[in-house]
């Protein structure tokens, strides 16, 4: 279930973005027993994209929660991002 999580989230991200890099970890093992998941997963996505410039974070973190759509309320209970530009990364 988890592996396919991953691949749901890396090709939505991946169509909306087109990103220079994306890394995506399944923390749910760390929470397992968490009540209120509700069988939904744990991520981190970092991801570098041309998208993300001239945008701060809490708009970075809606064009990720945008791309990911109604998995945000069916797959996902919490992820963590980290949204870059390729020039923050390369800097």
Known sequence: ????????????LTEAFAPQSLNIVDES?????????GGAGHFVVEIVADAFADKNLMQRHR????ALGDVMNTEIHALSIKASTPAEVDG
């Open 29 to 37: 093992h760390k929470h397992a027993g968490h009540a209120q998941a």
């Open 1 to 12: 279930m988890t592996e396919r999580r991953v691949t749901m989230i890396r090709e939505r």
């Open 63 to 66: 064009l990720v929660y945008d």
